[in-house]
Every structure is written in structure tokens, then in C-alpha cells.
T-cell receptor, first 116, second 112 residues
Framework: SAVISQKPSRDICQRGTSLTIQCQVD?????MFWYRQQPGQSLTLIAT?????????ESGFVIDKFPISRPNLTFSTLTVSNMSPEDSSIYLC?????????????FGPGTRLTVL | QKEVEQNSGPLSVPEGAIASLNCTYS??????FFWYRQYSGKSPELIMF??SNGDKEDGRFTAQLNKASQYVSLLIRDSQPSDSATYLC????????????WGLGTSLGVNP
């Protein structure tokens, strides 16, 4: 499986500000996903990050609030914009396996965000 | 609405016992089934995947799939305190480009 890193690992932010989370993979992968996991809850898919094109967002998530970049096959960013306390959550990136077309996903360590 | 259902627990078993975790899914077209383990404060890690009906064993873990009943389970033999975690069941979203549908997870506690 790929080695996935995320930065920052945690942050405390003021409402109204924005935070950009980075996801780096040690090999080229086709599929990259961004999830949110609120305390005690399961995973909610925010969007699929598509290399070279706009991300595909799930119902309830919009590009203005969660802009995503994917400049190449090893890197993606998620920005949480104009934050409110309701955005406090763990944000996770996941990837499909390198050089394989399967549905398996591997997760980065996550970014724990607290908005005051 | 495609769904994956799990008993939220908590499920408590004594050390050395067999823990049985269950999952049902609604999408009859699903072909790939996954079990992830998530320790508190950590990200999910893949334990097993299964594609075919029947059993698949990996060490102390056995995944069981019954597509006719839309049911997948995970058995953990000789449970250890280190198995205490939340177990997430995920199912592929048939026809929807690699996305997974996630259950809410079952919390397992193994008592020494």
C-alpha cells in the first residue's frame, strides 16, 4: 500500500478564517478522496479529487466552501473556507492503491481541526 | 439511498473469545466489501476485503460474505485487548467510480 502523509496533523483556528490541508502520497495513484469524520461518527465523503480537473463533490458539499486542488498524481489539497465551529472535525484523505484499479482505499493519518 | 448498517455496540467480549461483527448493505450491485479497524484518535486501517461469497481467512480474522442475503461479517478469533477498536464496514458503490459506502461502525471492547 502507499505511504500517505497529511499536513497539518492538527490545528486550532478562528472562525471566519481558512485552512488548507495537504495530502502527499509516495507513489502515483489514480483515485484520491477527502472525508470528514465528526466526533463519534463514521466517515462522510466530501469529494473525489480528480487529477487535472475539478473535484467531484458529494451532496451537501460545495466548491466555494471546500475548494480542492490536485495538480498531480501524488498530491492534493483541501481548503476549509470561512470556518465556523461546525467545521470542527477530523479531515482525512484516502487513496486507491497505486497501479491497481480496485475500490480499496488507504487513509492518511488525518488532520484534527478545531474552530473557535 | 444506498446504505450500510452495523450494530453500533458496544460489543464486549472476554479475552480469548470469538468476536462476531455484522454488516448488511442495500445495494445489490455491490461487488467489493471491506472491513477497517479504527483505534480512537487514529485513521481507519484496512483489515480485510472480500469479493466472493463464502469465507476468507487471514490470521485471526475471517470475513464472511453472503450476497444473496446482502450480509457480510467479520470474525475475530482469540480476541485480544489490542483488538479493542471501532470496526467499520464499507461496500463499493456499484457504478459510481470507486466510491465506498460506509457503515457507522461497531465499537468492540475486549476485556482481559
Amino acid at each position: 500500500s502507499a505511504v500517505i502523509s497529511q499536513k497539518p496533523s492538527r490545528d486550532i483556528c478562528q472562525r471566519g478564517t481558512s485552512l488548507t490541508i495537504q495530502c502527499q502520497v509516495d507513489s502515483q495513484v489514480t483515485m484520491m478522496f477527502w472525508y470528514r469524520q465528526q466526533p463519534g461518527q463514521s466517515l462522510t465523503l466530501i469529494a473525489t479529487a480528480n487529477q487535472g480537473s475539478e473535484a467531484t463533490y458529494e451532496s451537501g458539499f460545495v466548491i466555494d466552501k471546500f475548494p480542492i486542488s490536485r495538480p498531480n498524481l501524488t498530491f492534493s489539497t483541501l481548503t476549509v473556507s470561512n470556518m465556523s465551529p461546525e467545521d470542527s472535525s477530523i479531515y482525512l484523505c484516502s487513496v486507491g492503491p497505486p497501479f491497481a484499479e480496485t475500490d480499496t482505499q488507504y487513509f492518511g493519518p488525518g488532520t484534527r481541526l478545531t474552530v473557535l | 439511498q444506498k446504505e450500510v448498517e452495523q450494530n453500533s455496540g458496544p460489543l464486549s467480549v472476554p479475552e480469548g473469545a470469538i468476536a462476531s461483527l455484522n454488516c448488511t448493505y442495500s445495494d445489490r450491485g455491490s461487488q467489493s466489501f471491506f472491513w477497517y479497524r479504527q483505534y480512537s484518535g487514529k485513521s481507519p486501517e484496512l483489515i480485510m476485503f472480500i469479493y466472493s461469497n463464502g469465507d476468507k481467512e487471514d490470521g485471526r480474522f475471517t470475513a464472511q460474505l453472503n450476497k444473496a442475503s446482502q450480509y457480510v461479517s467479520l470474525l475475530i478469533r482469540d480476541s485480544q485487548p489490542s483488538d479493542s477498536a471501532t470496526y467499520l464496514c464499507a461496500v463499493n458503490n456499484a457504478g459510481n467510480n470507486r466510491k465506498l459506502i460506509w457503515g457507522l461502525g461497531t465499537s468492540l471492547g475486549v476485556n482481559p
